[in-house]
């Protein structure tokens, strides 16, 4: 542990032992006000995301004695502003939204605005959609107060069905005006979710590159790790390998490792090939084995190889690989490619009639028929990119369609996808040479 989170942490524990004692002493309680105690709320959840995950138990505590607190409290002491934003930002914060409602109801001062209040409400109820207008408004009226980057932040969750671009303008504004904070990186994780999802890769990668920057260990960067790869995997005509390097440059050769091998394994179940052979490469060579030692780059590795000239090559480094060192996801993605091998390296069902007996008047004809044929076979079956249309059974021994059909239902989508696009090649150059009889 560095020396910043050690300091993080007994900072945290210092306000927690405090607060704890406070919780013993109702006379003391009263007199800390909720604003004060909202800042110790934020300085824990701010350590969380900055990597100390035993400061959450800390978190859940303060959210009880804060929703305590409020709930407890004389209706005047919201006449001072700095107390009603403390109940909203707590309200935002994963607090109890009926505590919210508690407080509007005994409101008779009207110390909170209407508006947010009820915004608030029906965010909190799953109705977001319905005031995404009206929160954007208030959002950027409230700019210069505490409540601005959380406010911007719900504005932009709401706003993401409606207006992706627009959605990313608040969360633009919520990480800008809360730097270092849960906020910030809930801002980006977002952020990289929605550029991702309207292939806006240019921010993405911004995006992408600011979180591992900062968020690595949150305990929410398992799901950046997830956008990440899907966004190399759909982007790499356009991301560059460089910028790829840069993103996972931060972190320690373990996790740039299993971000690689994720990478690797997905490309190769879309058939990109040429990012398959990197990433695997790369994980390869982070995990300090020998070529040949490491099972699950070598797998990945070599599933792009299936449909091409060097299957044989291919599925023998498949099958060289031990059982024991493969999940059973990866043991079915295996027996996968074996089926999808077999299929590649099967001969097709001949024609009614033989092409040498054609007439003379069509020998010419069929011959061009079969060069085309033969040329759309090659680019069919070395195309890493086409796109999966058919069913394969995962077991490598030759069943009937109906049982291919019956067990491709238990595949795992992903070996699902991949024994599809091997499925669907053989098909198309089966129908094309059928077609090739006078």
Request: net charge negative.
């Given at each position: 542990m560095t020396l910043r989170r050690l300091s993080i942490s007994l900072l945290a524990l210092a306000s927690l032992v405090a607060l704890g004692n406070v919780s013993a002493r109702a006379n003391d309680m009263d007199t800390i006000q909720p604003f004060q105690m909202l800042r110790s709320l934020q300085f824990v959840q701010d350590t969380v995301v900055l990597g100390d995950h035993s400061a959450a138990e800390m978190q859940r505590f303060m959210l009880g004695t804060i929703d305590e607190r409020l709930r407890g409290a004389d209706p005047a002491i919201?006449?001072?502003?700095?107390?009603?934003?403390?109940?909203?930002?707590?309200?935002?914060?994963?607090?109890?939204?009926?505590?919210?409602?508690?407080?509007?109801?005994?409101?008779?001062?009207?110390?909170?605005?209407?508006?947010?209040?009820?915004?608030?409400?029906?965010?909190?109820?799953?109705?977001?959609?319905?005031?995404?207008?009206?929160?954007?408004?208030?959002?950027?009226?409230y700019r210069n107060t505490d409540l601005a980057p959380y406010l911007a932040l719900v504005a932009g969750n709401v706003t993401i069905t409606r207006d992706p671009v627009d959605a990313l303008k608040f969360y633009?504004?919520?990480?800008?005006?809360?730097?270092?904070?849960?906020?910030?990186?809930?801002?980006?994780?977002?952020?990289?979710?929605?550029?991702?999802?309207?292939k806006i890769v240019d921010k993405a990668g911004g995006y992408a590159n600011r979180?591992?920057?900062?968020?690595?260990?949150?305990?929410?960067?398992?799901?950046?790790?997830?956008?990440?790869?899907q966004l190399v995997v759909e982007h790499y005509d356009v991301i560059k390998r460089e910028d790829i390097e840069a993103t996972l440059g931060y972190m320690d050769n373990?996790?740039?490792?299993?971000?690689?091998?994720?990478?690797?394994?997905?490309?190769?179940?879309?058939?990109?090939?040429?990012?398959?052979?990197?990433a695997a490469d790369q994980a390869r060579a982070l995990s300090g084995a020998t070529e040949g030692d490491d099972a699950l780059a070598n797998l990945y590795g070599s599933l792009a190889s299936i449909?091409?000239?060097?299957?044989?090559?291919?599925?023998?480094?498949?099958?060289?690989?031990?059982?024991?060192?493969?999940?059973?996801?990866?043991?079915?993605?295996?027996r996968a490619a074996e089926a999808v091998a077999k299929e590649v390296l099967r001969?097709?069902?001949?024609?009614?009639?033989?092409?040498?007996?054609?007439?003379a008047n069509t020998t010419d004809a069929?011959?061009?028929?079969?060069?085309?044929?033969?040329?759309?076979?090659?680019?069919?079956?070395?195309?890493?990119?086409?796109?999966?249309?058919?069913?394969?059974?995962?077991?490598?021994?030759?069943v009937s369609a109906e049982a291919d059909a019956a067990s491709a239902a238990n595949l795992d989508p992903a070996v699902r996808t991949f024994?599809?696009?091997g499925r669907s090649k053989l098909d198309a150059i089966d129908d094309l040479l059928k077609q090739e009889g006078p």
């Open positions: 919201f006449d001072d502003p700095r107390n009603v934003d403390a109940a909203l930002i707590y309200a935002m914060s994963g607090g109890n939204p009926a505590t919210l409602e508690f407080l509007v109801a005994r409101d008779i001062n009207g110390n909170f605005d209407n508006r947010i209040t009820d915004s608030l409400r029906k965010y909190l109820s799953g109705k977001g959609t319905l005031i995404a207008k009206s929160l954007g408004e208030i959002s950027k009226e633009d504004w919520a990480r800008l005006t809360a730097p270092g904070t849960i906020v910030e990186e809930a801002a980006l994780r977002r952020s990289l979710a929605v550029a991702v999802d309207a979180y591992a920057r900062r968020y690595l260990y949150s305990p929410y960067a398992s799901q950046f790790a997830d956008l990440f790869v373990d996790r740039r490792r299993e971000v690689y091998l994720r990478i690797a394994r997905k490309a190769a179940i879309a058939g990109r090939k040429d990012l398959t052979t990197m449909s091409t000239e060097n299957v044989d090559d291919a599925m023998q480094a498949i099958m060289n690989i031990p059982a024991e060192s493969l999940s059973p996801k990866d043991l079915a993605l295996r001969k097709p069902e001949p024609p009614p009639e033989s092409l040498t007996q054609a007439n069929n011959a061009d028929v079969g060069a085309t044929a033969a040329a759309e076979d090659d680019a069919e079956l070395q195309d890493p990119t086409a796109p999966p249309i058919a069913d394969a059974a995962p077991e490598p021994q030759p024994v599809d696009t």
